[in-house]
């Protein structure tokens, strides 16, 4: 493959901006453009958060700003918001650039039809996108979403009765709906 033929990761560039938020289930790294929320990363302490803003550096195409700027800011008070029990639903906009494909149409899906309590299958959401035979790409999509908590993967469950996986760790999963209250909350 020659140069000219390589496609560059990403082919436009966005200022962006990121914070660390303190939650319940550890700190969450948030990251922001002008066009929204674009990407959450869990257990973002600096070592983690580190890698992530690289990764988002080269992504993204530049560097971070110096300043959070308004979608950050607004990110940041909705994500403490649903850990308060004061939200069910994010509304802020979301940068869509670093998922794309099978992977995107799933993570829309689920967050503009899975709302907050509620919990939806592997099989169905394959269903629910026109690609009934799916259901292991959707786990992949789930696995690739570049915005958990806010696109809520952790509402897909194994058809079975069982949690199935979550890049943030099972007990993540858990603890999450347990807020929400589709699981009883944890003894100890």
């Known amino acids: 493959m020659t140069n000219e033929q390589r496609r560059p990761e990403r082919q436009e560039t966005h200022e962006w901006s990121w914070a ?26 600096r070592t983690t958060a ?12 530049t560097g971070p700003a110096p300043e959070p700027g308004a979608r950050l800011t607004e ?19 979301l940068d869509w650039s670093l998922s794309a494909g099978f992977n995107r149409r799933v993570l829309r899906e689920l967050a503009a039809h ?3 309590g509620t919990v939806v299958g592997y099989q169905d959401l394959a269903r629910r996108v ?32 069982g949690i199935g996986g979550f890049g943030g760790g099972l007990e993540t999963k858990r603890t999450l709906l347990a807020l929400e209250g589709v699981l009883p909350q944890p003894l100890f």
């Open 50 to 61: 580190a890698g992530a803003v690289d990764r988002l550096t080269r992504r993204l195409g």
């Open 20 to 45: 660390v938020s303190d939650t319940p289930i550890g700190p969450l790294l948030l990251a922001a453009t002008g066009q929204g929320l674009v990407h959450v990363v869990f257990h973002a302490d």
């Open 75 to 93: 990110a940041t008070g909705q994500v403490e918001s649903y850990f308060a029990g004061r939200i069910r639903a994010f509304t802020l906009p």
């Open 130 to 161: 026109g690609e009934p035979a799916a259901a292991r790409a959707v786990g992949v999509a789930m696995g690739s979403n570049p915005l958990p908590v806010v696109v809520p993967c952790h509402r897909v469950v194994e058809s079975g009765g």
């Open 114 to 116: 899975v709302p907050y």
